[in-house]
């Protein structure tokens, strides 16, 4: 069975500064990656994800993954992060079995302050 | 429009009682999907229902039982509430059971049982 580690609980950054979330996962078969945030009080919304292609992806937001199959990672990346990105990241796998089951890591907590 | 919605927001019952939890996508999707969102903000699929059929059930107690009266609905009745079942409930949905697909959350269901 798929498994996802995010191993910092919580990251805490000064705005315009860059972050990376990690993200390691564990599969049997081939898997697709995804990223949902989930803001204060809310549901959870894709980031971004991985099916194919170009191992980099990209956010509208600025933020961007890359699928490492060699190191089984998918880390979360922005380059400068603003306060409105406070907010709760979960890494998810789907292993490729023909039908959908997200199994989320713990999540990782983004505090921005000025 | 509110994509997927869920009913009610905040739910307070005492141990042994019986509730519901009610869902609505007004995506056109054909697959739903329940969530338990713990104090540690774990996520874990409960079930998953495609055209109003059953193809994800973890191991959860046979107390939760969720029924999907049709492509739109997937309702989640729990019997005799224990305290262990307080947690947040999230309801999502996507376009079919394809691994690849985005899911879209709710704003989900506080549970807490006293």
């Known amino acids: 069975a798929q498994s996802v580690t995010q191993l910092d609980s919580q990251v805490p950054v000064f705005e315009e500064a860059p972050v990376e979330l990690r993200c390691n996962y564990s599969s049997s078969v081939s898997v697709y990656l995804f990223w949902y945030v989930q803001y204060p009080n809310q549901g959870l919304q894709l980031l971004l994800k991985y099916l194919s292609g170009s191992t980099l992806v990209e956010s509208i937001n600025g933020f961007e993954a890359e699928f490492n199959k060699s190191q089984t990672s998918f880390h979360l990346r922005k380059p400068s992060v603003h306060i409105s990105d406070t907010a709760e990241y979960f890494c998810?796998?789907?292993?490729?079995?023909?039908?959908?089951?997200?199994?989320f890591g713990t999540g990782t907590r983004l505090l921005v302050s000025p | 429009d509110t994509a997927v919605s869920q009913t009610p927001k905040y739910l307070v019952t005492q141990m042994g009682n019986d509730k519901s939890i009610k869902c609505e996508q007004n995506l056109g999707h054909d697959t739903m999907y329940w969530y338990k969102q713990d104090s540690k903000k774990f996520l874990k699929i409960m079930f998953s229902?495609?055209?109003?059929?059953?193809?994800i059930n973890e191991t959860v107690p046979n107390r939760f039982s969720p029924k999907s009266p049709d492509k739109a609905h997937l309702n989640l009745h729990i019997n005799s509430l224990e305290l262990g079942d307080s947690a947040v409930y999230f309801c999502?949905?996507?376009?079919?059971?394809?691994?690849?697909?985005?899911?879209?959350f709710g704003p989900g269901t506080r549970l807490t049982v006293l």
């Open positions: 229902y495609n055209n109003k059929e059953l193809i």
């Open positions: 999502a949905s996507s376009q079919d059971q394809r691994e690849g697909d985005t899911q879209y």
């Open positions: 998810a796998v789907s292993e490729i079995t023909g039908f959908q089951k997200l199994v």
